[in-house]
């Protein structure tokens, strides 16, 4: 049986047709649905490029095909290419097809609409919230009072129809957005972390690091990851002594306004933008140089980047949004956009070296619980179960 999956990423396509991406999943995401699929249908945008990026992954391979759908950015665009997306979309998946969207996203809820007119069964994986993401202050558009308006009251009526619901979150999520009383609701994140994205033992802090290295992660394509917040953090340390050492992993539109910034705050010698960096050991190995990693984000679903960190056995300072206190306690969380406290919560964090121990050893067992061995089991069964609800609602005369 062939599953079909959407998702908002944006993918490059070769001209010998195989797809790639730099900072979006890859294949081996895409192949987890083969533990209980013969093949995967991947929907999304993919725009033609004559050579991938040097550190681009392959997105398509044995069992994972993409189904393309016009390369859109924002609003404008989407609605400028609507009769196309519409017609892509519709076609993407048969009678006879699983489907799983990856929600919120606008094609998801496309197909969703048209699978409801035809009576057929679907499943969503919820990754995020648009509440969250077009909040005052996250995005800039004139359109995100009603981005967010309709964001969340499709993603609601999304969870009270799909047949089967899974959250990256335990708790947050499934409070906001809850799935029908008979629907299979489960709960699994996007990360499982493999082996050896684990050290094989917490930190253990001597002395306080002097001034320190933080580190940050996430694409610059919005201002929700709160950078921003945290370059004014550095600046208040600053005019208190030297401030600390910033290393930023990720690439965006918004990179060249946020290095203004810096150059503005005096700090063009303590905050360093690596740019786009490769999954896997060439971030592992940035994490391990780090005293702290800072999250100081606006919204997020369950950020990936803390889960990573948290495995390397790196203390964490984050925002308290979204999943992200299903992570950290609450002493090694701030309020988001109050670059005064993050600031005081930076300096008293690398001048105990207790509570930095501490931290190590709390992160790196809560990290353990997103493992390959802890998540798939959940994950697969998740899987089979929409894969045999396919099976029995749909007519053998409609099955592709």
């Known amino acids: 049986m062939r599953v079909v999956v959407t998702t908002e990423t944006r993918f490059s396509r070769a001209p010998d047709g195989s797809v790639w991406t730099q900072d979006g999943p890859a294949y081996p995401f895409f192949s987890r649905y083969l533990a209980a699929f013969d093949t995967v249908r991947v929907v999304a945008r993919l725009r033609h490029v004559d050579t991938p990026a040097g550190n681009a992954h392959r997105v398509d391979g044995p069992g994972v095909e993409l189904w393309p759908l016009p390369h859109y950015v924002g609003p404008r665009q989407y609605l400028a290419s609507w009769r196309s997306i519409r017609q892509a979309v519709r076609a993407a998946a048969q009678p006879g097809d699983a489907v799983i969207l990856r929600v919120p996203s606008p094609t998801g809820a496309m197909l969703a609409g048209w699978r409801e007119r035809q009576r057929l069964p679907y499943a969503i994986e919820v990754v995020g919230d648009p509440y969250d993401v077009f909040a005052p202050g996250v995005v800039e558009h004139p359109l995100r009072p009603f981005l967010r308006q309709w964001g969340t009251t499709r993603l609601r009526h999304l969870c009270r129809s799909a047949g089967a619901v899974a959250y990256v979150t335990e708790r947050h999520l499934q409070s906001r957005y809850p799935s029908r009383p008979d629907a ?76 203004r910034l810096v150059v503005e705050a005096g700090l063009a010698d303590r905050v360093t933008f690596v740019g786009t960096v490769p999954a896997g050991p060439a971030v592992r190995k940035h994490l391990d140089a780090a005293d702290l990693v800072v999250v100081p984000s606006r919204t ?78 959940r994950r697969d069964d998740f899987y089979r179960t929409v894969r045999d609800t396919a099976t029995r609602r749909v007519p053998a005369g409609r099955r592709a």
């Open 300 to 377: 997020e679903g369950l950020p990936r980047v803390l889960i990573e960190a948290m495995a390397r056995g790196l203390p964490a300072l984050g925002s308290n949004v979204g999943g992200i206190p299903e992570l950290l306690g609450a002493e090694d969380m701030v309020p988001p956009n109050d670059p005064f406290v993050l600031a005081a919560a930076i300096r008293h964090f690398l001048a105990d070296p207790a509570r930095l121990t501490a931290a190590s050893a709390r992160n790196l067992a809560r990290a353990q619980d997103y493992s390959v061995a802890s998540l798939r089991p």
């Open 184 to 259: 299979l609701s489960v709960a699994y994140s996007s990360v499982d972390l493999p082996a050896e994205a684990f050290v094989p033992a917490p930190r253990r802090v001597d002395r306080a690091p002097r001034p320190g290295t933080l580190i940050s992660i996430g694409s610059l394509d919005q201002l929700y990851k709160g950078i921003d917040t945290l370059i004014e953090a550095l600046a208040r340390i600053a005019a208190d002594g030297e401030a600390p050492r910033l290393v930023h992993l990720g690439d965006g539109r918004f990179r060249p306004q946020l290095e």
